[in-house]
Structure formats: C-alpha cells, structure tokens
C-alpha cells in the first residue's frame, strides 16, 4: 500500500507587528531626543595615552581654546541657574529670569559678567556669529571672575546636591601653555588641586619582543 505524503505548506510569518514596533521606537526617539547645544568654542585637546575617564556628571569644565580665552560650563541646569544668581550679585548685575533660562539651557560661555545681559538676549544664530570675538572669562589678578565662577558652582552643587563638583580643564592642542599654567596656578591658590585634564585617547604604544 503506498505511503500517503502529507501536504506541506511553507511557513508564514506575519511582519505588520513588527514594523508597528520599529515605527513606535522611531517616532519615541525622534519626540524624546533633545540634541546638545553648540559649545561657544570647540578645541581639539592634545592627544595622550592616558584611558583615565571623568566622572559622569557634577563636572564643571573650564577650556582653554588657542586664543588664550577661558570658557565655563557646567552640566546641570539647577547649578548655572544658581551660580548666575550668585556671581550676578556679587558683581551688582542683574539679569532676567528670561536671561537665566537661556543661560541654564548653555554648556559654556566666555564673555565677562557685565556682557552676559546682552550675549544671553541674541538668538543662536547671532550668538554663534560672535562666539569668534568673544573675549573669554577674565582671569587676571585684577579681575578674576573665572575664580568666582568656580567657587560659587561648587557651592552651588554642595547645598543643591550635597555632592562635590568635579572640575575638568579642557585645552586646546594649540593652547599656549603659560595660560594653562596660569589658570592652574589660579586654583591652586584657592585650595583647589584636584582636576583633570582632558586629552582624547590616542593608541598606547606596543613593544614587539
């Protein structure tokens, strides 16, 4: 008696589920993104072997482009927010609270405090028009308000978050050294020895036996 061959059908797999989730997780993505602001200056710092990486947030960065200018940024909103405030007051200038916003929304900046009003109330395009010109911090024995700047954000931090602020100095490969060491040499003589230098990571030599 010959074997009856049971009728095979192919497999089918429907893939409308499957694109309803890939056009879910595109649409979350593209209303959930927020895209970082352009840095007022962008450096290329020197290169090293070094694979040391800074913590995650409470950092406070101060840059060093080649033209010698000092930029400061900070990574949490709350803490510009309130360093403004605080360094506003000590220089008498006032801002808005339109002006503070904007502020808080900036990874750095670099004009001194009697500029800011009127850096903060262009729009991004004019502030990315000027960031070429722009003067830098000032951080000279005379009128050291990088300093300020520093202090008030690491007291900001400690009485917001109860946390200590990392403090990172970003230089351009180009930078002249001597401002570097200066701007070193500025929070040293406020007790403040503990910073890292950021470099990007270049391949650690290997030794052929």
């Known amino acids: 008696m010959p074997k009856v061959k049971p009728h095979r059908t192919s497999p089918s797999l429907d ?49 060093v482009d080649a033209k010698k200018r000092v930029f400061w940024g900070y990574d949490k909103a709350p803490i510009k927010d309130a360093t403004l405030r605080a360094v506003a007051a000590k220089y008498g200038v006032t801002f808005t609270e339109t002006q503070i916003k904007q502020f808080s929304l900036m990874p750095n900046f670099g004009v001194p405090i009697q500029q800011l009003g009127s850096y903060l109330d262009k729009d991004t395009e004019q502030r990315k028009a000027l960031n070429a010109s722009l003067p830098g911090i000032p951080y000279d024995s005379l009128n050291n308000q990088m300093i300020d700047w520093v202090l008030e954000a690491r007291k900001a931090n400690a009485r917001l978050f109860q946390k200590p602020t990392y403090l990172a100095i970003k230089g351009d490969g180009d930078a002249d050294v001597a401002t570097v060491q200066k701007v070193i040499k500025e929070l040293q003589e406020k007790d403040i020895n503990r910073f890292n230098l950021i470099t990007s990571l270049e391949m650690k030599p290997t030794f052929v036996k």
């Open 15 to 63: 893939m409308t589920p499957m694109v309803d989730l890939a056009f879910l997780l595109v649409t979350f993505f593209m209303l959930t993104t927020q895209f970082r602001p352009e840095d007022a200056v962008v450096v290329d710092p020197p290169s090293s072997t070094s694979d040391f990486r800074t913590p995650e947030s409470d950092i406070l960065t101060l840059t």
